[in-house]
């Protein structure tokens, strides 16, 4: 009754939250600059350095807390929540009824209810350190993705981690930067926000600094931004109102668990634990009642049948698989890659197909402007002047085309161009229009607009083009020739744009793309961005590794052909943006398969490429950096972006390269495929060995006078083999499991456990036989030693599984383990054999085994191994695999 209302008392105090930021929100949404300026304590030049701390230290950090986040205690208690520690706390409880409490005379003993106990805290100790472990990994590699915003501190505009920003702070927001928090919008052009995030509208929403009527909801405000949400074009200056769980994102964020959707490969991974322990709680109450009925000891029977249960629960598997994956992108991180989320490692490891731009992933990331020409080719200032003035005065995102232009205008004594003239507006760059504009004014009142973009859309708002200092008609014949000379740029692997300017343009204070017409043609800035030395390496060890490389780009087409050629990449087809639209999804997947570049894409063109070939069954990974990126990046199986890369696009990312190479790519590629195989090779060994150990459970259940191990023995059994295989993660694989793209295959998981199971199951009835017949252990007087001698039979046959399930080879000749498994397997393989002769195996009930079993263990052994490799030739022989 107390948590009904404490939870209704919680709802109570979240719903009054959300009301009052709602009612802030549009407060700020109604008041005026000056108004906001005194409500923030703050001004047109921003905080200063101390102040911002002091309300950082006040406010705390922008960060939003998803959920409540668990205490160090109570996570490790949770620990001990498992369910191989629920069955074990089970049988400590018979036991300790059945031992002491029932228990009359002298004869009482805490021995099994000890160990039982000594094992559950074994397990969840294990359990916490490796989860806090991974935990810890985590926060260390988020730690190293920065993510900033351009903030006004003291006058001056500086680049501030979104974790230190704070209320009344002045942002500055541009093409492809994600809100950094709650805004009020202060001044904007053609400002379009992507709310998709928080309302779930594809449509971008154009935002205003000035608005009509009060809005009627908060999602309405049209002069509010909300964290989370990101700025598709446009640019703005904004007001914070409101940081981390203080936003409208951090409200809802409230009711969250930050829980995300389930791969294929993590459904995967449940459903054969499902499946395990589903076949557990059938054979448990079988085992139970055959052993009541034959034997007449319930109590025994009922230890034993909770005994097996822990023994087919794969316990260690989320272990193994948290510490894999984080092993894994340690590794990775390490080598310049950044896993932000881990199960995306596995897609990694599957990628066979990487889709990639072409800008500082091919080529070098170094602009150089190499040539600013007129119409007909020719060097001339008045294209570079332009230029650079519509370059130093834009304030959105400034391009490495930008810097190239900025830089070659310095070295050519540009003479303080920028000081001639004051900028009065300018209209944002967008993909669809491929173009940027800026007005300005000279001393005299002289107002131009000027204007640099694709060339084609270009020559679309162009009437006119400069010819020996006059402006004359773009006749058909003057458009041909513009644009050979263009195509003649490109042709020597040269990105050329065009560069136009009016200067008859209106008074008014506002423009707009409609004023984007009848412009005058100055002529072409020609950039060099030469392939890296490493590319081709890159590629050509990709493809031995099974990844093919497809080049999405925005570029012109020739450009783009001019550098594939040099990196050894085949484009003897290659496809343009308006070629995609032309053809039908059936018909673009049948071109998709043979060709490697597709030139001047949309953003929704390069998210549909990378849609049809998933739905023709591969595994798509996307890399790019750019907002025309983030469709793509979001459609892929594995998104990839790099740390330099705009907000929107390593938001949708899993993964992040601290550093833009092909090569750094290819390493991940293999340790996602090295991390995969290891989870795949315990998956294989628990489901083979836990549905092998049922029969042979099942088998002496019905034909043993006594049991066939006793319950402690089996949990002490269990705990040895778990022991040896912790190091699992620290495994290697064989280079030929590498060079081929890992899918997760449910169907050949369930294969193998029914072909390999039953193996193990034949060598213990063979060892029951011999413990049986040949050494006359037939009696319960004798049962100690049957039980010991199956007890370090089975120890050490699925130990030695280990090793022979990790390779297709033969192991410790042709594939040898690494040496924490190694040293795992060996010191448990020790132990199992000499604990029966310590005081830990008297207190387990063993028997001292007579030194003639060896010899016939070793039999065992030696036919188990030869067996396993033999039924490990037909397997791979029938279905072509193995791990």
């Not at 009060?214 to 109102?241: C, D, L, Q, W, Y």
């Not at 000891?297 to 822990?310: E, I």
């Not at 060995?689 to 034909?703: D, E, H, P, R, Y």
């Not at 085994?849 to 036919?863: D, F, N, T």
Request: contains cysteine; charged residues 20%.
């Amino acid at each position: 009754m107390r948590s009904k209302k404490n939870t209704s008392k919680t709802e109570q105090i979240r719903m009054l939250q959300k009301r009052q930021l709602e009612k802030d929100i549009l407060l700020s949404s109604i008041l005026n600059e000056a108004q906001l300026y005194m409500t923030y304590d703050t001004n047109q030049t921003g905080f200063s350095k101390e102040k911002a701390e002091e309300l950082l230290d006040e406010k705390g950090e922008n960060v939003i807390s998803y959920g409540k986040r668990q205490s160090i205690i109570v996570r490790f208690l949770l620990s001990f929540t498992s369910p191989f520690s629920i069955v074990l706390l089970l049988v400590a409880a018979v036991s300790y009824l059945a031992d002491i409490f029932f228990s009359t005379g002298g004869d009482k003993s805490w021995a099994t209810v000890v160990i039982i106990l000594s094992l559950v805290g074994i397990s969840g100790v294990v359990q916490f350190v490796q989860e806090t472990k991974s935990d810890s990994a985590a926060k260390k590699l988020k730690a190293m993705v920065s993510s900033n915003a351009a903030v006004l501190r003291e006058g001056a505009v500086n680049e501030i981690p979104m974790p230190e920003i704070v209320p009344g702070d002045i942002v500055t927001l541009s093409a492809g930067d994600m809100l950094p928090a709650d805004l009020r919008i202060l001044s904007a052009k053609d400002l379009f926000i992507g709310q998709a995030a928080l309302t779930g509208e594809s449509e971008p929403i154009e935002k205003f600094a000035e608005i009509k009527e009060p809005p009627k909801s908060v999602i309405e405000a049209p002069n509010i931004g909300f964290m989370g949400t990101n700025v598709i074009s446009g640019s703005a200056r904004a007001i914070v109102i409101g940081t981390g769980n203080q936003t409208y994102l951090g409200l809802i964020a409230q009711d969250l668990t930050g829980r995300r959707a389930t791969s294929s490969f993590e459904k995967g991974v449940g459903d054969v634990s499902n499946l395990l322990l589903r076949l557990m709680l059938v054979m448990a109450p079988v085992i139970f009642v055959i052993n009541g009925v034959t034997k007449n000891d319930w109590v025994n029977g009922l230890l034993f049948a909770l005994s097996v249960a822990v023994g087919i629960t794969p316990e260690l598997l989320p272990m193994i698989m948290t510490s894999t994956l984080a092993k894994g992108a340690l590794y990775m991180a390490n080598r310049k890659t950044i896993v932000k989320n881990l199960s995306s490692i596995q897609s990694f490891g599957a990628m066979d197909v990487l889709c990639t731009d072409k800008t500082g992933t091919l080529t070098q990331d170094k602009i150089i402007l190499e040539k600013y020409l007129d119409i007909h080719g020719h060097d001339d200032m008045r294209v570079l002047r332009n230029a650079y003035l519509n370059s130093y005065f834009q304030t959105g995102m400034k391009n490495l085309m930008d810097l190239a232009i900025i830089a070659r205008a310095k070295k050519e004594g540009y003479k303080e161009w920028d000081n001639e003239y004051t900028k009065l507006d300018e209209i944002p760059f967008d993909f669809n229009r491929r173009r940027m504009s800026v007005v300005i004014e000279d001393s005299k009142g002289k107002r131009k607009l000027l204007t640099k973009g694709a060339i084609e859309e270009m020559l679309n708002i162009c009437g006119f083009a400069l010819q020996n200092g006059n402006a004359v008609p773009i006749t058909p014949e003057l458009r041909h020739e513009i644009l050979k000379i263009s195509d003649g740029l490109n042709e020597q692997g040269l990105r050329a744009i065009a560069v136009a300017q009016k200067n008859h343009v209106s008074d008014v204070g506002v423009f707009s793309v409609n004023d984007e017409k009848d412009m005058v043609l100055n002529g072409f800035v020609a950039f060099l961005d030469p392939p890296k030395e490493s590319t081709k390496e890159a590629i050509q060890a990709l493809d031995s590794h099974g990844v093919r490389v497809i080049v999405l780009t925005g570029d012109n087409g020739k450009v783009a052909v001019s550098v594939c050629k040099q990196v050894g990449l085949d484009v003897t087809d290659v496809m343009s943006g308006e070629d995609i639209d032309k053809q039908t999804d059936e018909e673009l997947k049948k071109r998709i398969a043979k060709v490697n570049l597709f030139a001047k894409l949309s953003p929704s063109q390069k998210s549909r490429v990378v849609r049809l070939l998933q739905e023709d069954g591969h595994t798509v990974g996307y890399m790019g950096d750019g907002i025309n990126d983030a469709p793509a990046l979001h459609q892929s199986d594995v998104g990839i972006s790099v740390d330099s890369g705009v907000d929107i696009a390593k938001e949708s990312a899993d993964i992040i390269l601290l550093e833009k190479s092909l090569m750094v790519l290819e390493e991940g590629v293999l340790e996602g495929r090295r991390t995969f195989g290891n989870i795949v090779k315990y998956i294989k060994m628990a489901a083979s060995g836990n549905f092998g150990n049922m029969f042979s459970v099942l088998a002496a259940s019905i034909f043993l006078p006594f049991l066939p191990m006793l319950p402690i023995q089996i949990l002490a059994q269990n705990l040895l083999y778990d022991f040896s295989q912790i190091a699992i993660p620290l495994d290697r694989m064989d280079n030929e499991y590498l060079r081929q793209p890992q899918k997760w295959n449910a169907k050949g998981i369930a294969k193998f456990m029914y072909f390999i199971g039953p193996i193990s199951s034949l060598f213990d009835i063979a060892t029951f036989i011999i413990l049986f017949f040949v050494f006359q252990y037939n009696s319960d007087e004798t049962a100690h030693f049957f039980q010991t001698g199956w007890f370090i039979v089975g120890l050490l046959t699925q130990t030695l599984i280990v090793h022979l399930i990790r390779t297709t080879k033969i192991p410790f000749v042709e594939s040898r383990a690494s040496l924490p498994l190694l040293l795992s397997t060996v010191v448990v393989s020790i132990v199992g054999i000499v604990l029966p002769y310590t005081f830990i195996g008297d207190s387990l009930e063993m028997a001292h085994m007579p030194l003639v079993y060896l010899p016939w263990v070793l039999g065992i052994l030696l036919a188990y191994v030869l067996t396993m490799q033999a039924a490990k030739a037909i397997y791979m022989k029938k279905f072509g695999e193995w791990i």
